[in-house]
């Protein structure tokens, strides 16, 4: 089954749109039976009590190892690695990729794990916000370590190289007061064909990542600062604050939300617990707020949504319409993303406007927004 509309020859290549289409189809019957599966493994460890069962089963692993079964935070982390082990699909991912975040994870998950335990058996009347500021601050770590640490361990950075693009970049920057310490090229291309740019850093230490799809699929260098001018209006309009400030909003909700359940020993009977296990309290609740989750994220797809249109024309003012609409065709046409979907399903479902909407939105005369 295809989409409407007689399949390309299998010996051609086939036009944009085309390509997009049946990529679009191809994703959303993955999606479809994505979502499907998933819906029956959870319905069947909800039916047939796999999550007590395992829960058991990793104390008893403690006790075999001759360690405190009784101690939460070792129980819990065999819990956790029994999942992770359980949920690796090693025929679909790089080896070496598996390997270099299963070692993360090793290194980063116990700690934080035994952190939060210990916050949540100490925390008393305001465990929701210790529990906050402990992912505050955790969070500013990661955002810290993460592009200097971590993100090489996957992907090579090199400084983009002198010349009239580099030039063009900076300048952009400097204009807008925007304080580029570093600017490098990341090697997306080992990866997927997929085309970005984005910026990290706090205060006066900013430094810009272009992937080098970017650079290639683009014609010209035009189109290449037009889609930085798109992200540095991100930058200047705040959309980074305002994401993050809702960001510690939801999560200070979250866990406000789990203190009013977490001694609720109904709950975690009806899900087959005898006792009350702080890691599987958190699971519960995450899946009981589901359908909330679905409202919240609809909320702030509406949101990001906006603040592309926004930037996109931060862009325009600069001057950059002309080769923002030619950069974002152009991505469009590797990326292979939906060039135009049914409005309720896009808002719902893409945190960025389709291709046509925007285009619509940058071409649009400034005297008609205006009015």
């Known amino acids: 089954m295809y989409p409407s509309g007689p399949p390309f020859p299998w010996n051609s290549q086939p036009c944009p749109v085309e390509a997009s289409t049946l990529y679009s189809f191809a994703s959303r019957c993955f999606h479809f039976i994505h979502e499907a599966v998933t819906i029956l493994m959870d319905t069947a460890i909800l039916c047939f009590g796999i999550l007590p069962w395992f829960w058991k089963v990793s104390g008893n692993l403690v006790a075999y190892l001759g360690l405190d079964a009784e101690n939460e935070i070792m129980h819990t982390l065999s819990f956790l690695a029994g999942v992770m082990i359980w949920s690796q699909q090693t025929i679909w991912l790089f080896f070496r990729d598996m390997f270099k975040g299963i070692c993360l994870s090793i290194l980063l998950g116990p700690p934080i794990v035994a952190a939060i335990i210990f916050i949540v058996q100490k925390g008393g009347p305001y465990l929701a916000i210790y529990l906050w500021a402990f992912m505050f601050a955790l969070s500013l770590v990661m955002m810290t ?15 983009l190289p002198d010349g009239e693009l580099r030039e063009k970049i900076e300048k952009l920057a400097a204009s807008l007061k925007f304080p ?38 683009c014609t010209n260098e035009e189109e290449v600062v037009a889609v930085i001018a798109h992200e540095l209006g991100h930058w200047k309009l705040n959309h980074t604050m305002y994401s993050f400030i809702a960001v510690q909003i939801l999560t200070f909700l979250q866990f406000g939300g789990y203190t009013l359940v977490r001694n609720s020993k109904d709950l975690f009977e009806s899900f087959g617990f005898d006792t009350q296990p702080i890691l599987i309290g958190l699971i519960i609740f995450q899946h009981t707020v589901i359908p909330l989750q679905h409202l919240v994220n609809f909320g702030l797809n509406l949101v990001s949504r906006t603040f592309e249109f926004q930037a996109d024309a931060f862009a325009k003012k600069l001057g950059y319409a002309k080769a923002l609409c030619a950069g974002l065709i152009k991505l469009q046409e590797e990326n292979l993303s939906a060039m135009n979907t049914d409005p309720w399903y896009s808002a719902y479902h893409y945190s960025h406007p389709p291709l046509v909407e925007r285009l619509a939105a940058i071409e649009e005369p400034d005297s008609k927004k205006e009015d």
């Open 145 to 159: 370590l993460y592009p200097i640490l971590i993100a090489p361990l996957f992907n090579k950075f090199t400084p």
């Open 180 to 217: 580029l310490k570093k600017l490098f090229v990341v090697d997306g291309s080992t990866r997927s064909s997929h085309s970005n740019a984005y910026m990290y850093g706090f205060f006066n230490n900013k430094r810009i990542v272009l992937y080098d799809t970017l650079i290639q699929q």
